[in-house]
Every structure is written in C-alpha cells, then in structure tokens.
C-alpha cells in the first residue's frame, strides 16, 4: 500500500486518483502528525511525502521515519513545488527520501518512478522473506543437529555401559562408534571383529545387511585378541529408521560361549546316555517279548506282559528319538533320498496306527494319486507317525482325526492332520517345534519331553519341505507339510 501525505485536498485527490487507476492501493494522511500515526499501524512499500506543511513539515516527517527500526527501510518520495535548489534537494536526501519530484507533476514519471519503487519493495520483501526462512531452516538444522548430538551421546553412553561389544554405523555402513569391549577382540575402529575361519565371515553378512537394509541376528565364533582363543557370540544389528530412511546401524555381540559349552555337554550327556541305555534295553525288550510269546491269552498274567511291553516300547522310541537328536547336533543324521510312493508310505502308516489307536476314527480325506517324491521312506514314515500320534492324543474327546491330502494348484503335494481336541495357545504356535519345547497348559496335554516335533521338523527341512500348525483353542489343531513332487 501506498501512504499519499499532503495539507491539500486536491493535491491528495490527483494523487490518488492516477495511483488508483494503475490499480495501487492508496491511503492518505493531511498533516504529517496523521501520517506518523498511521505507520504505526500500518505497513507501507511507498510514501509520497509533500515537503511544505503546515506544523510539521516533510523533512521533519522523513527523519522521525528513518529514525523508527519499523519504518526505517518504507521509501519515500518528496514532493515540492518550491524547494528546487540544490540545497532543499540534499537536504530532502539527507532527511531520508530515496527520490524527489518536483511540483507540477508529470504523472508518467509520477508512475515509472512508483512502479520501480513497488518492485524493488516487492523482490526486497521477498528477499527478507527467503532470508526468514533460510534462518528459520538454519536454526531448524541446528536443533535437528543438536538434538542428534544429544541421542548419539545418550547411546554411546548405554553403550559403554552393557557388558557386550557394541558398536554404531553411519547408513552406508561406515563404524563411528565401539565401546572398550570392541578393543578385547579388534585393535581398530576400522577393522572390523574376524570370526572363525570355518565360518561364514562376518564382514560379508555385514555388507549383506547394508544391502538388504534388514536386521541380522546371527551366532559367530569371535576371537579373543589377549588369548587367541575363539568364544560363542550373538551378533545382532538393527537399523535405526526415521521417516522411513535408514539413519543409523547399532549392532551388539553377545558372549553366550558359556551357554553354548552347556549345551555341548548337554547333547554328549544325552547321546553317551542314549547309547548307554539302548544295549540293556534291547534285552529287556527281547526277553519281554519272548515272555509274552509263551503266555497264553487266557493267562491271567497276560495283561501285565502287555503292560510291561507297551511301556518297554515307549522307552525304546523315547531313546531313539534322543539318539535322533544327538545325530541332528552332530550332523550325523543319515538321509537318503529316493523315488517313493506317498500313498504307499501313507496307508502302511495308517494301518498300523489303526491297530494301535483302536478306539480312534482315523479318516482318510483325499489322496496322492501315485504321485511320487524323493524322500527318506523311513523318515517321512516317523513324520506321519508323530504327527498322526500326537493328533490322537490330543483328541480325547472326539476321538476322530481326519488325514488329508491332495496336490496344490503350484503343484506341492500337501499332507495335514486334522483333530479336533483342545487346540493350541497362540503364543505357543510359533515355538511348537523348538527342541524340548511343551504348551504351556502342561496340565490338561499327555507328558513328553517335546522333541518329537522338534525331530519332524528337522527331517522335513532336509527334503526342502515347508510346514506349519494352524490352531484354534478349543477346537482343535491341523499340522501340515508341503512336498516338492519328484519329476523325472
């Protein structure tokens, strides 16, 4: 706006008239008392200011404006009809004006000089503009910067405060951070912990997961720099994101040497024990069995011998089953894989079950259609055998399972049991098959050491099958495999 300061009328009203019609906003003031007021309240890009007024003149308007941080940078233009000499000129520039008319005025040199004036106030208010926000985002990017100082300085101290090695990485996977325990296994910032030369290297995970952009837990064989010997750790690193972009890595190694020693000596305990236990147990079962051959069936001790047999033969898959996983620990498991029949392997299992679950309807839903796989034949049969055992049991009450299989539309062949008993919790599904792992409701499930499930998935794993359990309390559980079908 446009602040037009004049003691006549007439000269207010050509004034404003040519402004307007050039499509300026116009304000007016008659006395510079008025015009003094009016900037206080009021932002101006031009004044056109008269010199001669009565009381307070046009100088005396100029110096008091250029004296104001608020008014200081408004231009302005005097306006004389009288005070055409050189001295009223310098003095009219001295007082604060930035250009002088002299009276009558042209109204084309009238609006050149208006419209310039408008533009530099125009490309000068945008520039402070810019200069606002460029110190707006100055200060916006210290803080940011401040505040990030502050959050590594809190983390660097968590950091040297646990007991693992810890470190930090920029994105790009460059190490700006480690803790004292780094130095106990590397002598550099820069050269990253080795492993165990049987290992996988770590350095190449670590690539891998600046990559990926995904997190890895991982358990590595690290070597300690004062007595050269290799100790279990845990690495994990994770990425730390903001608005979505990977700002930060944080990985930490664990010791967990001690727990993994325990379960050394735990897994030897169990073979040494399961061998030890398998020569006395084979007699035992031998002379059970010959005890049971010479007893009539009309004997009255004959249901104490199919006790003790039954019994006897749990204890024999008992200790098969923990030999089974010494040789998964040790990688000693033997596999062979051959062409097999599925539905032969299904209905020998099946026929045996049914002779032992008497009691039990064990349906059959669907069937293979001779298609073949490359299996273990006696491995896959201890697969339905645990699968379709523990769906018995686990059924008290409606005392139906149901066996389905049938060929998915990629071409799997797909093998689940289904019953119908107390279901599994869900915070249990995802753990149903970790070694020695049991539900949590012990008290209402048959007793067992939890490996038997823990094996399966082992076996299934070695021919490339995938599998799962889908649950729902209350109304039963269905644990399913899918298999590759064998092509020739």
């Not at 006549?8 to 008239?17: A, D, Q, T, V, Y």
Request: hydrophobic share 40%.
């Amino acid at each position: 706006m446009i602040l037009i300061v004049d003691d006549r009328p007439e000269n207010i009203f050509s004034l404003r008239s040519i402004l307007e019609l050039h499509s300026f906003p116009v304000d007016t003031a008659s006395s510079g008392e008025e015009a003094l007021k009016k900037t206080l309240k009021q932002k101006y890009a031009l004044i056109i200011l008269d010199v001669q007024m009565p009381g307070m003149d046009g100088f005396e308007v100029a110096e008091i404006l250029s004296g104001n941080s608020n008014t200081k940078d408004i231009p302005i233009i005097f306006l004389s009809a009288v005070s055409t000499e050189k001295k009223f000129i310098t003095k009219g520039y001295n007082s604060g004006a930035i250009d002088y008319i002299i009276k009558p005025i042209d109204p084309d040199i009238l609006l050149l000089k208006v419209k310039t004036f408008m533009r530099l106030y125009e490309q000068n208010r945008e520039l402070n503009l810019m200069q606002e926000n460029l110190r707006s985002e100055i200060e916006f990017r210290k803080k940011t910067e401040q505040q990030i100082q502050e959050k590594a300085q809190e983390l660097h101290g968590i950091l040297e405060a646990i007991p693992q090695i810890a470190f930090t990485a920029t994105s790009t996977g460059l190490i700006d951070f480690v803790n004292d325990n780094w130095y106990l296994y590397s002598d550099s910032i820069t050269k990253f912990i080795e492993n165990h030369p049987d290992d996988l290297p770590v350095k190449e995970q670590w690539n891998e997961v600046i990559l990926s952009g995904e997190a890895l837990e991982t358990v590595v064989r690290i070597c300690r720099l004062s007595d050269k010997k290799y100790h279990y750790h845990l690495l994990t690193v994770i990425p730390v994101k903001e608005n979505g972009t990977i700002v930060k890595w944080v990985g930490t190694f664990t010791d967990i040497n001690e727990q993994k020693l325990a379960v050394k000596r735990k897994d030897e305990f169990l073979t040494i024990a399961s061998h030890e236990l398998k020569t006395p147990l084979t007699s035992i079962k031998a002379y059970v069995q010959l005890l049971d051959a010479i007893t009539p069936a009309q004997n009255d001790k004959k249901p104490y011998v199919d006790r003790t047999l039954l019994q006897v033969n749990k204890l024999d898959s008992l200790i098969n089953d923990l030999l089974d996983i010494s040789r998964i620990e040790s990688g000693k498991l033997k596999f062979d894989v051959r062409e097999t029949d599925f539905d032969t392997v299904t209905e020998r299992t099946l026929e045996m079950l049914q002779q032992i679950y008497r009691g039990v309807s064990i349906r059959r839903d669907g069937t293979a259609g001779g298609i073949k796989v490359l299996a273990n034949e006696m491995r896959l049969e201890q697969v339905l055998i645990n699968f379709i055992s523990n769906a018995v049991k686990y059924t008290p009450a409606a005392k139906a399972v149901d066996v389905i299989t049938r060929i998915q539309p990629d071409g799997k062949l797909y093998f689940a049991i289904k019953d119908y008993g107390i279901g599994i919790p869900e915070k249990d599904r995802e753990s149903i098959f970790n070694k020695f792992f049991r539900v949590s409701d012990a008290e209402s499930t048959p007793q067992g050491l939890g490996i038997g499930l823990y094996i399966c998935s082992e076996i299934l794993r070695r021919h490339n099958a995938d599998f799962g359990v889908e649950s729902e309390l209350g109304k039963g559980s269905t644990f399913w495999f899918t298999l590759p079908v064998f092509k020739q």
